[in-house]
C-alpha cells in the first residue's frame, strides 16, 4: 500500500536550512542590542537598578512587619515581598520588549531592519529573547538579595516558581505586543505608554491582595488577567503549601488568548504603517 505523496527530498532539506537562516536574522537582531550593553555599564546598571530599589524599600516594610513578632504578619510580609520579586518579572519583560523596539526608533533603524529578510515574526522572536535576558539581568540581583538581607527564598515554593515566572513574562510580552502597535498607529505620542501601561493594571492584578478583597464589578476584570491568577497561585503555595493548579492553567490559557489577541493587532499595524510609510519616519 503507498503511503501518499512525500516531500522531495530538496524540499525536505530547504525546511532546516529556511529555519537556520531565520534563526540566524533572530541572533543577528539580538545581537545587535546585545552590543549596546557590552561596554555600555550604565545600560546594564539601568537594568538592575529598579527591581533592586523595589526589593530594598519593600523588603524593609517586610523586615518591619516581621518584627512585630505575629506569625500572620511574619507570613504576609513574605507574601508581599514575594510579590514584588515576581511583579518585576511581568515589569521588567514588558519593558523588555518595549524599549528594545523603542531603541530601533530612536536610532532611525526601523526602516532599515525591514529593508533587510528579516520578516516582522522574526523581529518580534527577537525582541522577545532581549526581553528575556534583560528580565534575568535585572530580576537576579534582587531575587539574590532578598535571600542574602531578608532570608527570603522565593524559589522555598519549589518548582512551581519557574510556571509563575513564565505565566508573567508571556503576559508581559502581550501587552508590550499591544504598547509597541500603538507606537506603530500614533507614534511618539504613545511612546510613554512603554513605562505606564503595566504599573495601570497593578491595582487589578492582585498583586499584594487577594482578587477577592476588589469589588464585586472589579473581579471579572482581574480574573481576565494572567498576573491575577499567577498570585492567587503564589500565595496558595506560601500560605498553604499546596499549588493551585486552576490558577496556574487559567494564567497559561489567558497568556495565550492575549498573546494571540495582541499578535494579530500588532500584525494589523505592522502593515498598516508598512502601508503609510510610517516604519521610515516614526518617532519623527
Known sequence: MSAGPSRPAGARAALPERARASARRIWGLVYRHLALY???????????YWPILQMVVWGFVTAYLAGLQNNVTSVAAGVL????????????????????FLEEIWSR???????SPLRP?????GLMAMSLIRVAVG?????????????FGLFSMGP???????????????????????ILRYG??????????????TPFSAVFYPVSVLPAWLQPV???????????????????????????????????????????????????????????????
Not at 38 to 48: A, C, D, K, T, Y
Not at 109 to 115: A, E, P, R, S, T
Not at 263 to 283: C, E, H, P, T
Open 188 to 201: 511618539a505620542g504613545a511612546e510613554a505608554l512603554a513605562w505606564s501601561v503595566l504599573f495601570g493594571l
Open 121 to 125: 515574526r522574526e523581529l518580534v522572536a
Open 38 to 48: 557590552r561596554r555600555s555599564w550604565p545600560r546594564v546598571l539601568e537594568l538592575m
Open 222 to 284: 482581574s480574573l481576565a488577567l494572567p498576573a491575577a491568577h499567577v498570585f492567587e497561585g503564589m500565595r496558595a503555595a506560601l500560605l498553604q503549601g499546596e499549588i493551585a493548579w486552576g490558577h496556574l492553567a487559567a494564567a497559561f490559557a489567558l497568556d495565550a488568548f492575549w498573546l494571540a489577541a495582541m499578535g494579530w493587532v500588532f500584525m494589523r499595524q505592522f502593515q498598516g504603517a508598512r502601508v503609510r510609510g510610517a516604519l521610515l519616519n516614526i518617532g519623527e
Open 81 to 100: 515581598l514575594g510579590g514584588v520579586l515576581l511583579w518585576e518579572v511581568a515589569l521588567r519583560s514588558q519593558m523588555g520588549f518595549s524599549i528594545s
Open 109 to 115: 533603524n526601523l526602516g532599515h531592519v525591514f529593508v
Open 160 to 182: 512551581v516558581v519557574v510556571a509563575f515566572f513564565a505565566a508573567l513574562l508571556m503576559m508581559g510580552w502581550a501587552v508590550a505586543l499591544g504598547v509597541t502597535s500603538l
Open 139 to 151: 530580576v537576579t540581583p534582587a531575587v539574590l538579595l532578598a535571600w542574602l538581607l531578608y532570608a
